[in-house]
């Protein structure tokens, strides 16, 4: 007997979600449902909290990289934020949550740059991914996902985690 398993529909998750964890507002449901691409498994143990954290450091490193976080030469708050990612098992944890974080942010990018903004997964920011689309091209986003790939690559030979994140946000800026 075979069985085809496919991805559940983002509603169905959600309301399933609804009935197992009461104390996400819609908002928060939603996104984990769009997160989990229809995976009810991933979605039941999906850690909302890491995952918010990840990437509020992760939007930090993209606004940084396209000069949109304000001062153009003030690295303060990406350099504080990456000094954040320590060795040792924790933070090899926290910063593979990052790397996926990233990844997914630049794929949401993607998606508003192509027109198909209903397959963005990160919905509750959709204005602040607007804008950074805006200021991104398809070239820019090209060489963030290669630049992550770097990243990832120097992590395997035991680079300083923080000092990677610094040259890869660094290397993205926009030149005026």
């Given at each position: 007997m075979t069985f085809n398993l496919g991805a559940l529909a983002s509603t169905e998750i959600e309301s399933r979600?609804?009935?197992?964890?009461?104390?996400?507002?819609?908002?928060?449901?939603?996104?984990v449902a769009r997160l989990s691409e229809g995976a009810i498994g991933r979605a039941l143990?999906?850690?909302?909290?890491?995952?918010?954290?990840?990437?509020?450091?992760?939007?930090?490193?993209?606004?940084?990289?396209?000069?949109?976080?304000?001062?153009?030469?003030?690295?303060?708050?990406?350099?504080?934020t990456t000094e954040s990612y320590r060795s040792g098992a924790e933070g090899r944890e926290k910063i593979g949550n990052l790397l996926r974080t990233l990844y997914a942010l630049l794929e949401d990018l993607m998606f508003l740059q192509s027109g198909t903004a209903q397959l963005v997964r990160n919905t509750d920011i959709l204005g602040e991914l607007k804008k950074m689309s805006?200021?991104?091209?398809?070239?820019?986003?090209?060489?963030?996902?290669?630049?992550?790939?770097?990243?990832?690559?120097g992590l395997r030979r035991n680079l300083l985690r923080s000092l990677s994140l610094d040259a890869f946000a660094t290397a993205l800026e926009r030149v005026s």
């Amino acid at each position: 007997m075979t069985f085809n398993l496919g991805a559940l529909a983002s509603t169905e998750i959600e309301s399933r979600l609804a009935q197992i964890r009461p104390d996400w507002n819609v908002r928060q449901r939603a996104l984990v449902a769009r997160l989990s691409e229809g995976a009810i498994g991933r979605a039941l143990t999906f850690d909302l909290e890491s995952y918010i954290a990840a990437r509020s450091h992760a939007l930090i490193m993209l606004k940084a990289a396209l000069g949109s976080s304000g001062n153009d030469n003030d690295h303060t708050e990406l350099f504080k934020t990456t000094e954040s990612y320590r060795s040792g098992a924790e933070g090899r944890e926290k910063i593979g949550n990052l790397l996926r974080t990233l990844y997914a942010l630049l794929e949401d990018l993607m998606f508003l740059q192509s027109g198909t903004a209903q397959l963005v997964r990160n919905t509750d920011i959709l204005g602040e991914l607007k804008k950074m689309s805006e200021a991104a091209d398809f070239a820019w986003v090209q060489r963030a996902s290669e630049g992550l790939g770097e990243v990832e690559r120097g992590l395997r030979r035991n680079l300083l985690r923080s000092l990677s994140l610094d040259a890869f946000a660094t290397a993205l800026e926009r030149v005026s």
